[in-house]
């Protein structure tokens, strides 16, 4: 701020606090040289003192006649958030629909602390030999382990979780045995990067790689805003590419930001960025304490480290001047915030870049409708790297048709005999097969035999899945568990069914079919329990799993070499769905899946076993045929305005009383229908939403469709604040949701 400012008397403050606009407080005389923009302040709120941030200065002109209060501390010498950081949020808060308070709190770590966590210190676990290892008889994990440490001669904690998925747990039960010794050390602060083998060096960037590596580096030269798409098959060498940005952008004085869909799914990723930069990264996710995360976000905040990766909240890493976001797996839905306030960072990765004048890249495998819309309209550049590192093949795909199988018995039902000679195959020549099935659970409905009636949640009404590792029935929508009935609780009958099949019924059937095999679960209710997910890894990549069963957590980013075939049980989970994305995303997960097959020196096979088999997702992935599939897509999106023909909000409104919640949707509607319509907005619903009870509250929704490009956050905000007022004296609740990825709810 070089601008001379009049003295200011008055300061405009956001509070973490769902309102949508800020206070205005009065600076105590004498202490005006401490107002500043981004400052944190205590001030007096109703009768209690509660921390905010002063957002704007001000002149007394526009209180005249109001009592103001004065602000009762200054928090800060320097400003806690830069008045450029500050900017970003605030644009992405009216992008996202939210008040600036929540933004607030959503991006900054324990939203306004009225003091910052003190600095953790910085201490490292080593692994050494403890030079007795002759003396113990080691399990086949184990003595991987140990080879790893005498390899590195000694090796951190973190490096050896990269090496190692669950590596570090087993060393520490080793240490405690004697069989391994262990130190700890502060850790250097200084950021020094390199200090571990970096393996960059010996890679040659193919020329794809080099042409996509010039088309950035002329970006980042350059200083201004521009986006790219990265399409590149899994084991193309995108991430190569987002490592040799980073050091380009380093190159420059600037830092940069690399999002991924889900932290702890990517130890693999850490591990290679980790040994390349070293000291330079900070690493956000959720297993922070409060404190270490705070720590973390002063290192960027004062630009002492060049790169932070993190997942979708990493969009607001406090870095001074950001010149690269990397968004791996742009496509994921993970990047969609679903709790709180409701923003993609992807999209707000692209708001901040051009704000920073910075480069934005986005890389999948199955770019997202959305980006491929940019690369059209001229928005984004699209880069390609159409081959696998070492011309590996991608795998054979045959599509078996499911709905001649209606009519067998149970969980059979669900294995085609091709799907069932595939596997026998693979284990027989030694090999490993993955079944992919996007549903948890043992059985996802419970059914009486002589009425029909489907035991149902009583908070949501929705049919419960039996979880056979609880022994129970589970609402997958409120997590309400209750015992399995005895009988219906319609007709009073005892024949209660099982329907249908999720991950643990699927394992305890592949279990009995191949008695001797070493059958394993992933999803996320094993992952739930801490050390259970890298466990599960550190099994497959030793080859201690035969067949491995899970849902989409199966399906990102890892390289378990022996894999030769996936089954995809029912292809059509996702594509049922009453959303416009589920062809996407069918075609999305299928294209990863598929890409878990063959990744060693054998070739690899797929099979997908679907009721939709002439479905054009279905068909293009079966021919790994990209473009043809987002051809087919875009023409359906274009016809029916959806992204990124157009955009979309929507308006969901629910309460325990459903008339209540009807009209107060009905008075939303008509208020909203003359302004929208005159700005060429469609407006449908009020309508129940397809899950219309939920925790015991009766859900509607609006839904209104905008053209493309649509100013959402400079048409609605202010729309949309008196309606808030409206709906809240019906006692119903009103969420704004745009660009929706959910619209069951
Ligand atoms: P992706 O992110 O597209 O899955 P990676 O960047 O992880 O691809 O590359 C796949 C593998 O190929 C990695 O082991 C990587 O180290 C290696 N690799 C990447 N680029 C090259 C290259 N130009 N030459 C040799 N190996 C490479
Ligand atoms: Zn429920």
Redesign the pocket.
């Known amino acids: 701020m070089s601008a001379p400012v009049t003295t200011p008397l008055y300061v405009e403050v956001a509070v973490p606090l769902p309102i949508g606009h800020a206070f205005t407080y009065r600076v105590p005389s004498g202490e005006e040289g401490r107002a500043r923009i981004g400052v944190r302040v205590l001030v007096p709120f109703g009768s209690r003192k509660i921390t905010g941030l002063i957002v704007g200065l001000v002149d007394g002109s526009s209180t005249a006649g109001r009592e103001i209060k004065a602000v009762h501390a200054f928090l800060d010498e320097e400003p806690y958030v830069t008045p450029r950081h500050l900017a970003f949020l605030t644009a992405a808060a009216r992008e996202c629909m939210a008040p600036l308070g929540e933004m607030l709190r959503a991006a900054l770590p324990r939203g306004l602390p009225r003091r910052e966590a003190p600095p953790v210190p910085r201490t490292e676990t080593f692994f050494r030999l403890a030079g007795k290892e002759a003396a113990f008889a080691m399990t086949p994990k184990q003595d991987r382990v140990r080879a790893t440490v005498a390899a590195a001669g000694e090796i951190s904690v973190q490096d050896l979780s990269a090496r190692i998925p669950g590596g570090a747990e087993v060393a520490r039960r080793m240490v405690s045995k004697g069989m391994l010794a262990a130190s700890t050390r502060e850790r250097p602060v200084a950021a020094t990067a390199g200090h571990l083998p970096d ?1 960059s060096g010996e ?4 020329p794809d ?1 080099e042409a996509a590596l010039a088309r950035i580096g002329v970006s980042l030269a350059s200083g201004k805003f521009a986006a790219f798409v990265l399409h ?11 490592l040799r940005a980073v050091e380009q952008v380093r190159q420059t004085g600037r830092q940069a930001v690399f999002l991924v869909p889900e932290i702890v799914l990517t130890p693999q990723l850490l591990g ?1 960025v980790r040994s390349r930069f070293g000291d330079g990264v900070a690493v956000l996710h959720s297993g922070l304490s409060p404190a270490e995360r705070a720590s973390e976000w002063r290192r960027v905040r004062a630009g002492r480290v060049f790169l932070s990766i993190g997942a979708r909240s990493a969009v607001f890493s406090p870095f001074p001047a950001p010149g690269l976001f990397i968004v ?1 797996e742009e496509h994921d839905a993970a990047y969609k915030q679903e709790e709180g306030i409701r923003y993609q960072a992807r999209d707000l990765a692209i708001l901040r870049g051009k704000m920073e004048d910075a480069v934005v890249l986005l ?1 999948s ?1 199955t770019p997202s409708a959305e980006s491929i819309g940019m690369t059209q309209a001229g928005e984004a550049t699209l880069l390609s ?1 159409p081959e ?3 011309g590996r093949s991608l795998p054979e795909v045959s599509v078996v048709d499911l709905r001649g199988h209606a009519g067998m018995r149970g969980a059979d039902r669900y294995f085609s005999p091709e799907l069932e000679a595939a596997v026998e195959d693979t284990l027989s020549r030694g090999e490993k097969a993955m079944l992919f099935l996007n549903r948890r659970g043992y059985a996802p409905a419970i059914t009486c035999l002589d009425c029909g009636e489907t035991v149902r949640c009583v908070n949501c009404r929705v049919s419960l899945t039996f979880h056979q590792q609880h022994g129970a029935l589970l609402c997958h929508y409120c997590d309400a568990r209750t015992p399995p009935p005895e009988k219906c609780g319609c007709c009073g009958g005892h024949k209660l069914a099982q329907v249908g099949i999720g991950t643990e019924r699927l394992v305890a059937w592949a279990a009995r079919r191949w008695k001797g095999a070493r059958v394993a679960r992933l999803d996320s209710d094993v992952s739930r329990k801490r050390g259970a997910y890298g466990e599960i890894l550190a099994r497959m990549q030793s080859g201690d799993v035969d067949i491995l069963v899970g849902t989409q957590m199966i399906a990102k ?1 890892h390289d378990f070499p022996e894999v030769t075939l996936v089954g995809v049980l029912l292809a059509d989970l996702s594509l049922s769905f009453p959303d416009f994305r589920s062809a996407e995303r069918t075609f999305q997960i299928l294209t990863q899946v598929a890409g878990r097959a063959g990744r060693g020196g054998r070739p690899g096979r797929v099979i997908v076993q679907t009721l939709s088999p002439d479905h054009f997702c279905v068909r293009s992935a079966a021919r790994h045929d990209f473009d043809g599939f987002m051809k087919e897509e875009l023409a359906a999106r274009e016809a029916l305005g959806y992204p990124p023909f157009g955009r979309m909000l929507l308006l969901r409104l629910w309460g325990p009383d459903t008339s209540r919640v009807i009209r107060a949707a009905e008075e939303v509607a008509a208020a909203l229908s003359v302004p929208v319509a005159a700005a060429g907005i469609s407006l449908l619903g009020p309508a129940p939403s397809p899950v219309s009870f939920v925790k015991r509250k009766h859900h509607f929704q609006i839904l209104l469709k905008m053209p493309a490009r649509f100013p959402v956050g400079a048409f609605f905000p202010d729309l949309l604040g008196p309606l808030r007022e409206t709906v809240r004296k019906h006692g119903v609740r009103m969420e704004a949701d745009v660009d929706p990825y959910n619209m069951m709810v």
């Open positions: 393996v890679i040659t960037p193919t790689q590149g098959i899994t084991g193309s060498g995108k991430t190569e590419v987002y290679r791996d890389g495998a790297l696998r590192i070492g980013g």
